[in-house]
């Protein structure tokens, strides 16, 4: 038998099964951990969805910020939907949209086996938090996203405020534990969030730390395997194992195997993405040149 956690797929859904050859995955024996970011900007979602659906028995998954917003834009109205991607339209107006968006709605935002030793969330964890209250607080708002207020939470659930408190109420304390889980890279030593950086270390202003090396940060009794990151590329330290190695932009997919001590990491090549064409030259005059007419 074999656990694997495997990166974000983002709706790569060609590279994911090449990647479940690589490690010959057999139910049978075998389980996944999937990192979140199921869908969105590969191309083909609806297939990743139906692909990981039908591997629900043998499978664990947390959402990202991509497949919450998936279960955000559910919520509105046909004509609304018809405004986002093609990818995700693609989910949205399937014959089996009802029964995938209900699964994905059921997932977790942290997912715990301490028999195994390890947690899986998206993005990370708040510096001040153990992995016991990680826990606490994930299971919050998913017995939210499952009851009656599903549709108040996902509607209220963007924007990047306010901080993380243990004292906050409603939507507002939702909207702050979602954050963390799903869109974290670097925050403050008191764990605010800076969203606006998304650059490798090195990049951000001083005072910001990467979520895992913030000095002073809570003990934690578990390994962290993690995505969401894809310019942090491969990394592990802290120990934490960030797997979003950017398939969907052209990078690998990763698997790491959980159930060993011996560091097994398995990649396969993300996704082709068409080069961007040359921008076009200015003039002599400083400005761009006039497009030739296409013959009729």
Not at 80 to 97: G, I, Y
Not at 143 to 163: C, T, V
Request: proline share 8%; net charge positive.
């Amino acid at each position: 038998m074999a656990v694997w956690a495997i990166g974000d797929l983002q709706g790569c859904h060609d590279v994911t099964q090449r990647l479940l050859e690589k490690i010959r995955f057999d139910p049978a024996q075998d389980r996944l951990w999937f990192c979140g970011d199921l869908v969105n900007r590969g191309g083909q979602s609806l297939d990743t969805l139906r692909l990981v659906y039908s591997l629900r028995d043998y499978s664990e998954v947390v959402l990202g910020n991509h497949d919450l917003s998936l279960l955000a834009v559910a919520e509105r109205t046909p004509d609304e939907q018809r405004r986002v991607n093609p990818d995700l339209q693609s989910v949205l107006f399937a014959p089996d949209a009802p029964d995938l968006l209900a699964w994905l709605r059921a997932r977790e935002l942290c997912h715990v086996d301490r028999n195994l030793g390890w947690m899986m969330v998206h993005a990370g964890i708040s510096p001040r938090w153990t992995t016991q209250l990680a826990e606490k607080h994930a299971r919050e708002v998913e017995a939210r996203l499952r009851g009656e207020h599903a549709r108040k939470l996902l509607r209220n659930m963007y924007g990047d405020g306010p901080d993380w408190s243990p004292h906050l109420k409603g939507v507002e304390r939702d909207r702050a534990i979602i954050n963390v889980f799903t869109r974290m890279r670097y925050c403050s030593p008191r764990g605010r969030i800076a969203f606006d950086q998304k650059g490798p270390p090195g990049s951000q202003p001083p005072g910001l730390y990467p979520w895992y090396s913030v000095p002073g940060h809570a003990p934690r009794d578990l390994k962290i395997v993690c995505g969401h990151w894809s310019t942090l590329g491969l990394f592990i330290g802290h120990g934490v194992h960030a797997i979003d190695t950017g398939a969907v932009w052209g990078g690998r997919l990763t698997a790491l195997q959980l159930d060993t001590d011996e560091l097994r990491v398995v990649q396969v090549p993300g996704r082709e993405v068409p080069a961007r064409p040359p921008k076009p030259r200015p003039s002599s005059s400083g400005r761009h040149p006039t497009a030739t007419a296409l013959p009729r």
